[in-house]
């Protein structure tokens, strides 16, 4: 109950007219005193910014292994140790029809602030390939983290040490002789082997499989002749001698220069444009949301982003999978978007992979 504003008298003063004086000052400031208090006591308490109130899902539309899985439960683990958020990361993989299952899910549930999705290039490749009535709109778009680089991959054991020897066999054998192992179909490892192949001018066996930490390991057990694995999906395997790189797909060379194996870094490997191999593709690593969020739950995952992107875990992250750091937020994200969308309708029209 708001208490009524005290009536006090003001100290006397030497001389009538100074006490009159006197009085008149300190009952204007006695009177704007009570009007302020009245104010604030009739203001309705100040707001504290949006943040979660239940613990918040985390949807991966990818199998376990790959590296979109990987940088979730990263960012899960981190959030966690870091106290960035009140509430607790749910990872949860929805890997079914090359990510459709999760991207319908995060577009279905209008609203939900409780809600985040990672995305791959598979945002743009998926309702390409299958006609799923989706499309990146109609999710929120809330930060670019990264963009990930595809290594050319083949067994320690493999003849070929660069690219282009392992182009001009390629283009020496028979078709289909070699087996491309890679992350579903139509998707990014399936457009990147198209591209290999017009630059062979020859036709590679492709062989689908759930995730990259799946295509890793048939690659170590010499099931398939070469992979186009993302760096953090192969990483444990090139330390362990059981892989080798022969270019990657950037038109830079990766900037990480500390030895991993005996004898490189990931700034070693040459560009697959350099190594004479003319293939160049980078993959989104990036943060969504549902339809329907407001401005200020778009500003809450922004702004915790921000903080873990400042860690130094995060930075040991990037280094260990050798990722480009781009990152992007806004407008500079949506129109990255936009034009990537664009540029994969034409990969994919061009390898005939376009739903009818």
């Known amino acids: 109950m708001r208490q009524p504003c005290p009536v006090q008298q003001p100290q006397r003063a030497s001389g009538l007219a100074s006490g009159r004086a006197s009085g008149r000052t300190f009952g204007r400031a006695l009177s704007l005193a009570c009007a302020t208090s009245a104010l604030l006591a009739a203001a309705p308490p100040a707001q504290a910014a ?26 899960q683990g981190v959030v966690a140790k870091h106290k960035l958020m009140n509430q607790p990361i749910i990872v949860v993989n929805k890997a079914g029809g090359a990510g459709a299952e999760g991207f319908l899910d995060v577009k279905g549930d209008k609203g939900n602030a409780h809600k985040i999705v990672i995305t791959l290039s598979n945002l743009f490749t998926t309702p390409l390939a299958t006609g799923l009535p989706f499309n990146w709109r109609d999710l929120t778009p809330v ?18 040490k660069t ?37 062979a001018g020859k036709k590679l066996s492709y062989i689908p499989y759930k995730g990259g930490g799946d295509v890793a390991v048939q690659l170590v057990g010499n099931h398939v002749s070469s992979t186009v694995n993302n760096p953090i999906e192969a990483e444990s395997h090139w330390r362990a001698g ?30 697959c444009a350099s190594a004479g191999l003319p293939v160049d593709y980078l993959m989104l690593r990036g943060i969504f949301m549902p339809p329907g969020v407001s401005a200020e739950q778009v500003a809450f995952y922004t702004q915790l982003l921000a903080k873990l992107r400042a860690l130094p875990e995060w930075r040991e992250f990037m280094d260990k999978g050798a990722f480009n750091t781009t990152a992007l937020s806004g407008a500079e994200f949506v129109d990255w978007l936009g034009k990537n969308e664009q540029m994969h309708r034409t990969l994919m029209r061009d390898a005939g992979f376009i739903a009818p």
């Open 50 to 75: 949006w943040e979660p109130s239940k613990p918040v899902e985390f949807v991966v539309p990818a199998g376990t292994g790959g590296g979109a899985d990987q940088m979730a439960r990263f960012i």
């Open 163 to 199: 690219a282009r020897a392992y182009l001009d066999a390629v283009k020496a054998a028979p078709p289909n002789t070699f087996k491309m192992g890679g992350t579903g179909s139509k998707q990014e490892d399936q457009i990147i082997t198209v591209m290999i192949e017009k630059a």
């Open 242 to 271: 059981k892989l080798r790189a022969l270019c990657v797909m950037d038109k830079a060379a990766m900037p990480y220069k500390t030895k991993l194996t005996a004898t490189q870094s990931w700034a070693d490997i040459p560009t």
């Open 143 to 160: 930060q670019m983290l990264a963009l990930d680089q595809f290594v050319l991959w083949v067994n320690e054991d493999s003849p070929y």
